[in-house]
């Protein structure tokens, strides 16, 4: 019978999915699941949902609940981390320091400062579990979802070369499923390449039906003069890959997209770019509360 521990099962979120597709295999609705976290109640919530998933998938798995660790990892095969070390209180600390000294992030569990304080405060828990696991189930795969993935796998690396460890996201899955919806593709024809590390991810390739590359938008020829006055109106400055063309712009002379930088006169001249193509600079979203006054959104690229 095949063991499968979840760590931090109280993240029941993480834990009801997972048990869901683990028990869809046919090897698997028979395994001996054991659910393990510090707080009781989330404990018992975890134990439900296992029980609930399991009638619903017709599944008949030994599920087992504990507040002791050890005891849930002794004999395991496979060992799935979801904890959170601190929850919320600590995780509110990640972003709210940081930002009383005006840094701004957009994942801080991941990288930078609070990706940081996160591992700092996860490390000493990680170094117990590989202790544990060394002793009571030296043959399992530790399979990580626990933020910041980068630190964690390469601390335990250093702290447990021995055990065996594969870091876990759906991040990038996620991400091609909300580009795909941006460009009304359907994502299951779709094929892409990725790589990075977790939430510092590249998408390197990105193909329709395996032969048309998927562009969100595409530069047009550039018009002659003056944007404005071949338009009739002045450029809507926005992001290249969301703003429309305004219904009143000519096709032939204006796209209506313009990457500002902030310079003047006509619109080569002004946005630092011809009007419908990429900026030499370093992008930046813009959003306008005129026609002709853009301004920074808070949202870089």
């Known amino acids: 019978m095949t063991t499968i521990v979840f760590l931090g099962a109280g993240s029941v979120v993480f834990t009801r999915q997972l048990l869901t597709d683990i028990l869809g295999f046919p090897e698997l609705t028979g395994a001996r699941l054991v ?72 994942i801080g569990d991941t990288i930078g400062v609070g990706g940081i304080f996160r591992g700092l405060r996860t490390f000493p ?13 030296p043959d399992a795969w530790l399979l990580n979802y626990t933020n910041p993935m980068a630190m964690n796998v390469t601390y335990l690396s250093q702290v447990a070369p021995a055990l065996k460890v594969l870091g876990l996201c759906h991040s990038v899955y996620w991400t091609v499923r909300g580009l795909c919806d941006l460009v009304k593709v359907p994502f299951e024809e779709v094929e892409f390449d990725s790589a990075g590390v977790n939430h510092q991810a590249w998408i390197l390739r990105w193909q329709l039906h395996g032969e048309t590359s998927i562009r969100p938008w595409t530069p047009r020829s550039p018009p002659t003069g003056n944007c404005a006055a071949a338009s009739g109106s002045t450029c809507t400055a ?21 990457i500002p930088t902030g310079r003047s006169n006509d619109c080569a001249s002004r946005w630092g770019s011809t009007c419908g193509s990429w900026p030499r600079a370093a992008p930046t979203r813009w959003t306008t509360t005129a026609p002709s006054t853009p301004r920074r959104s808070s949202t870089a690229w």
């Open 238 to 258: 926005g992001s290249a890959s969301t703003r429309p063309r305004p219904a009143s712009t000519p096709p032939s002379t204006c796209p209506g997209i313009c």
């Open 35 to 106: 659910l393990h976290d510090i707080d009781p109640d989330r404990l018992a919530t975890a134990r439900a949902h296992a029980e609930r998933i399991a009638d619903a998938r017709g599944a008949r798995p030994a599920i087992v609940a504990t507040l002791d660790r050890r005891a849930a990892l002794d004999g395991a095969d496979f060992v799935i981390n979801a904890i959170a070390v601190g929850g919320y209180p600590a995780t509110r600390t990640d972003f709210d320091v940081p930002a009383r000294f005006g840094l701004r992030q957009t």
């Open 125 to 137: 828990v990680l170094a117990g579990i590989a202790a544990d696991m060394a002793e009571l189930c």
